[in-house]
């Protein structure tokens, strides 16, 4: 990097944390993560990434390779080393709770903040309720030697798991929450190599800020049930959900996108904001303005159950001591993650229900035994199939998506297929002699 390129310090070195460390590191910046997990710390200083991110591990080697990036548990590191330091940390949900646990932010800002010694910038990038943004600014100036010094400014992150590299390195826009010009050009030069591409900014407060990132998770969300809730409606009356969808997708004002029919949404990041966000409005007095996100987290229950009705339906009634190969256990393809996983919700319950479930999942498997340690799992596709009295598809991984319906109807003891996602071609299946179902 030029020598007017701040140093950053990341903190927290989870999905975000790790991603955007090792990318910034790649485009030029001296980097250096922190956490307070001593082994965490130790595995990406060894070029051990934490999650599975495609592209992530070879990044890492590079960025390590290049000298640019380190790692600490220190704080005092960070706070002496750092100009820019962002705050990566998650936020939960409460248990109990619809609200976000805010104390990982907390904690990292009065672990921080006593180090800061001269004028730096401190950016959030935790999902947070509005109003922290500002909360924070009091604490980091009380806190820091360097006292207002030091400034705090807000920047959203929209990175998608699975294509995490890709976000951070070509995002579609920038929002920058900012409380002043300094903070705005400072930003601007942690962000110098991505601007360079010609990537928008939006300069604004920190409150919008904070909003822009729930806003576009909740729309997200909202759009995913809107379609599911129409998938209801046409179960009702025999209609057609995929060719529904398809028409209302050519209509670009709609669009295609988060319009997939299915299972429903899950993972650490959707289910969690809309409820936060839902409990932060009541909280200031706007409940009613966003009600409609607790509709929208009904739809998305309502559709794990009725894909569990809908294998016992297939089943005839019931799922009792029944052979079922569950396929899929992340949160969606092409992650290792099982927070608030779909398709895990679903082959618990049918387990609960008596079911002999057996689960194969391409990535998210070791997760799901320490999480499931009673489900049962196997090594692939057609190894959970063996016998099976029906195979439902929770996860559309592409493995799932290419498998022949002829050459798993050989290793199963019935011909039923549920499809959880809309992901195979129905026709296909039934021309095998499949009962092929979806919601
Ligand atoms: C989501 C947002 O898409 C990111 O922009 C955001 O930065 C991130 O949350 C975050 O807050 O950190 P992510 O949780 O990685 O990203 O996953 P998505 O790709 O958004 O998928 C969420 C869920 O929706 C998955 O369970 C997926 O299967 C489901 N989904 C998605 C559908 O059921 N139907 C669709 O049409 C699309």
Not at 156 to 173: A, N, S, Y
């Amino acid at each position: 990097g030029d020598s007017d390129a701040p140093r950053l310090t990341v903190i927290g070195t989870g999905y975000l944390g790790a991603t955007h460390a090792i990318c910034m590191a790649v485009l030029g910046f001296e980097v250096l993560g922190v956490d307070a997990d001593p082994e965490k710390i130790e595995r990406l200083a060894a070029g051990e990434a934490p999650i599975f991110e495609p592209g992530l591990p070879e990044l890492l080697t590079k960025a390590l390779d290049s000298g640019r990036l380190r790692f600490t548990t220190s704080h005092a590191e960070a706070g002496e080393f750092g100009d820019v330091h962002f705050l990566c940390v998650g936020t939960p949900q409460l248990p109990g709770s619809d609200a976000a646990d805010l104390s990982y932010v907390e904690s990292a800002v009065r672990s921080l903040a006593p180090h800061l010694r001269r004028r730096s910038l401190v950016v959030g990038k935790s999902t947070v309720p509005v109003g922290t943004a500002q909360r924070l600014t009091g604490l980091v100036q009380d806190l820091a030697p360097a006292g207002t010094d030091v400034e705090l400014a807000w920047n959203p992150e929209f990175l998608r798991e699975g294509f995490g590299v890709d976000d951070t390195m070509h995002p579609d826009r920038l929002v920058f929450g900012v409380a002043s010009d300094w903070a705005h050009e400072r930003l601007r030069a942690a962000f110098k190599p991505v601007l360079d591409q010609g990537t928008p900014v939006i300069r604004t407060d920190l409150a919008t800020a904070e909003l822009v990132k729930v806003a576009a998770n909740s729309f997200l969300a909202t759009k995913i049930s809107y379609i599911n809730a129409m998938a209801e409606v046409c179960e009702a009356v025999g209609a057609d959900i995929k060719d529904l969808a398809d028409s209302l997708a050519l209509d670009d004002r709609i669009g295609g996108k988060f319009l997939r029919p299915g299972l429903g949404f899950g993972g650490g990041c959707l289910p969690k904001d809309i409820r936060a966000f839902a409990h932060r409005a009541e909280e200031i007095g706007v409940g009613q303005a966003v009600s409609f996100l607790r509709q929208v987290d009904d739809i998305n229950r309502r559709r794990r159950a009725r894909t569990v009705d809908l294998v016992r339906e297939v089943l005839g009634g019931t799922v009792a001591g029944k052979r079922i190969a569950a396929w899929g256990a992340a949160f969606k393809p092409n992650s290792d993650d099982i927070r608030d996983a779909p398709a895990l919700d679903v082959a618990h319950t049918l387990h609960g229900l008596g079911g002999d479930v057996r689960v194969y999942d391409p990535a998210a498997l070791g997760n799901a035994r320490r999480a499931f340690p009673d489900l049962r799992y196997g090594d692939g596709a057609f190894e959970v199939a063996e016998d099976a009295d029906v195979v439902v598809l929770l996860t559309e991984w592409s493995v799932f998506r290419e498998v022949e319906p002829e050459a798993l109807a050989e290793v199963v003891g019935h011909r039923r297929i549920v499809d959880g996602r809309h992901a195979l071609d129905a026709a296909r299946w039934r021309k095998a002699g499949w009962e092929y179902r979806a919601l």
